[in-house]
């Protein structure tokens, strides 16, 4: 893909779309009207009950079999679809340093950024993700994505070479992240009271993918979104944010409900799969970022799931008289592609595999 030229002007792109750093260089003051979200849209300043604080795991408690951790687990998982999972056993000095390492990619000049260019329709690279037309709403957010596992799906050519030591520190982090889902999904599976290793073992080569966001400050962070609602495709979501500002909110009860960091925590979330899998039990659940007036904000999100060849539906397990069956028996690797395909809007990406009702 040809790189845009550098200019001096606020019309920067990275591909069509502007780059949002170079812009908020140019003009800190200006929101070009592609940013700017319809009214219904914009995100509200709305006070939220304390009580919707989203529910914290403790990993140590469900190494060590406790049943009321097991039980919060679930509660978790069917009612929220979010949690905070604490005690996880990562190595906070790798957690700082790919946070650390994360940022410093960003910083750097955009010619070198842009030696890594999100192709048009895919989601590698560096740039805007998701999207498709002119006439598009775009998020106030840089990307960074990468393909980590299995390594086929890595384009080394999309890996920067800067900063030092970034492509070393990714791989450990990723082996630690993925280490991290294959234990939760074990627990996540005997919450239902399913086998520990169901969703493993059906799972196969799991695919894993990265993808730093870089949220830079906004004038006006009352009309623009720094990530559209979606829910995500993966089975599990991990993600790591940095504690400097609130931008993550999840949709509840009506109300969006900002996530606070916790130091050293990570947000796990449910995906579509195990919507899927469980035929609803376990829900994905919207969710968004907002900016910041002042700040910046950087997270690093990691997206667990299933081996492309894999065909998935509903568990027998979760289908009877009173739960019928939701969803059709898909290829994991048609949904993907399904995914990627279509713009963040909603939970509409999971409408490929609803069962639709003539009632």
């Known amino acids: 893909m040809a790189r845009a030229p550098r200019s001096a002007s606020p019309t920067v792109k990275v591909g069509h779309v502007h780059d949002v750093q170079e812009l908020r260089k140019a003009r800190p003051t200006n929101i070009p009207d592609r940013y700017v979200r319809d009214m219904a849209e914009r995100p509200t300043l709305a006070s939220i009950p304390t009580s919707m604080n989203i529910p914290v795991i403790d990993m140590s408690e469900l190494k060590q079999q406790s049943q009321e951790e097991l039980a919060k687990l679930a509660l978790a998982c069917e009612e929220?679809?979010?949690?905070?999972?604490?005690?996880?056993?990562?190595?906070?000095?790798?957690?700082?340093?790919?946070?650390?390492?994360?940022?410093?990619?960003?910083?750097?000049?955009?010619?070198?950024?842009e030696k890594y260019p999100m192709a048009?329709?895919?989601?590698?690279?560096?740039?805007?993700?998701?999207?498709?037309?002119?006439?598009?709403?775009?998020?106030?957010?840089?990307?960074?994505?990468?393909?980590?596992?299995?390594?086929?799906?890595?384009?080394?050519?999309?890996?920067?070479?800067?900063?030092?030591?970034?492509?070393?520190?990714?791989d450990i982090y990723s082996k630690n992240i993925r280490n991290l889902c294959q234990n939760l999904l074990r627990f996540i599976s005997k919450s239902l009271g399913l086998k520990p290793d169901v969703f493993n073992d059906m799972f196969g080569a799991a695919v894993q993918a990265v993808r730093m966001n870089y949220y830079p400050p906004c004038s006006r962070p009352d009309l623009v979104l720094g990530l559209s609602p979606h829910s995500d495709g993966s089975a599990l979501t991990v993600l790591q944010q940095d504690t400097g500002s609130v931008g993550l909110q999840i949709f509840k009860e009506n109300t969006w409900v900002p996530v606070h960091p916790i130091p050293n925590a990570l947000v796990i979330n449910i995906g579509d799969t195990i919507e899927v899998l469980t035929n609803g039990k376990y829900k994905s659940v919207e969710h968004r970022a907002v900016t910041?007036?002042?700040?910046?904000?950087?997270?690093?999100?990691?997206?667990?799931?299933?081996?492309?060849?894999?065909?998935?539906?509903?568990?027998?397990?979760?289908?009877?008289?009173?739960?019928?069956?939701?969803?059709?028996?898909?290829?994991?690797?048609?949904?993907?592609?399904?995914?990627i395909t279509n713009k963040l809007e909603g939970k509409r990406s999971l409408d490929f595999a609803k069962i639709q009702s003539n009632f």
């Open 80 to 113: 929220w679809g979010f949690f905070q999972v604490i005690n996880h056993g990562i190595n906070t000095m790798l957690l700082e340093r790919i946070q650390k390492l994360s940022m410093e990619f960003f910083m750097l000049p955009l010619e070198e950024k």
């Open 120 to 170: 048009p329709g895919t989601i590698q690279g560096y740039g805007h993700a998701f999207v498709f037309s002119e006439n598009q709403k775009l998020d106030w957010c840089n990307m960074l994505a990468l393909g980590v596992e299995p390594r086929f799906m890595r384009d080394p050519k999309l890996w920067p070479t800067k900063p030092a030591h970034f492509i070393e520190t990714l």
């Open 292 to 339: 910041n007036k002042e700040k910046d904000r950087l997270s690093v999100v990691t997206f667990y799931a299933p081996s492309y060849e894999i065909e998935l539906g509903p568990l027998p397990e979760f289908i009877d008289k009173n739960r019928p069956c939701k969803y059709r028996r898909y290829n994991h690797g048609e949904y993907s592609r399904h995914y």
